[in-house]
């Protein structure tokens, strides 16, 4: 049942890829109807929010968008940072969502902040925990179920993504709506992208979980 349950995940989300790219690509020939490249909406989002110290940079690859909050920096891949289509304008304002979110003390953000150095740890041994355990189930049971607790921090980890990543997107909307960088049709086709960009999300934690329960049924049935 769980493995049928992880083709199917895995199946969907190549789907859930595939029209991603595609609506990105549709949407990133479509000028916003502000006229503003994606550095310029990451600037003027910026500062709309009076946040001041972080910089925009741009950086190489596609869909590589994102904020750190580490060196304070929204980073921007060329063509989003050059052009001035609705996707550019959706996936800037989306990044400056996140740095809004941190400037605001946004919940959501301060938790999965704070399970990153946990997450970080986890991810570093879990695979050979988890083989190990599974390998010497016989031997050391509780092997695997250290193992099944190091992966649910990255399970756990998912799931605080999604409020933070649905939240940066709302934000984004109601600014660029609200600012007429994109409004009307040009702001339904921003929904509609980053829609599409958070159902990888969805799909990933979904994934996590399976993998999850399907770990869970192996130590269990060893029990």
């Not at 925990?129 to 390998?135: M, P, R, T």
Request: net charge positive; proline share 3%; aromatic share 10%.
């Amino acid at each position: 049942m769980i493995w049928t349950i992880m083709i199917a995940i895995m199946i969907v989300s190549y789907i859930i890829q595939a029209v991603l790219n595609s609506k990105f690509e549709k949407y990133s020939q479509i000028l916003n109807p502000g006229g503003l490249t994606g550095a310029e909406v990451a600037a003027k989002m910026l500062q709309a929010h009076g946040i001041t110290n972080v910089k925009v940079t741009c950086i190489d690859g596609q869909l590589t968008d994102h904020f750190n909050p580490l060196d304070m920096t929204v980073n921007l891949s060329r063509e989003v940072y050059t052009q001035r289509s609705v996707a550019a304008a959706a996936i800037a304002a989306h990044e400056c969502g996140h740095a809004v979110q941190h400037a605001v003390g946004y919940a959501p953000v301060k938790l999965r902040s704070a399970l990153v150095p946990v997450v970080s740890f986890s991810s570093k041994w879990v695979s050979w925990v988890l083989l190990a355990g599974v390998l010497l189930i016989q031997f050391t049971p509780s092997l695997l179920w250290l193992g099944i607790a190091l992966f649910a921090m990255s399970t756990l980890f998912s799931f605080v993504t999604l409020p933070v990543e649905i939240n940066a997107s709302s934000r984004a909307i109601k600014w660029l709506d609200s600012n007429r960088i994109a409004y009307g049709e040009a702001r339904e086709q921003a929904v509609d992208a980053l829609k599409w960009a958070a159902y990888t999300y969805v799909i990933a934690a979904l994934g996590s979980l399976a993998t999850l329960l399907y770990y869970v049924s192996i130590a269990s049935r060893r029990d």
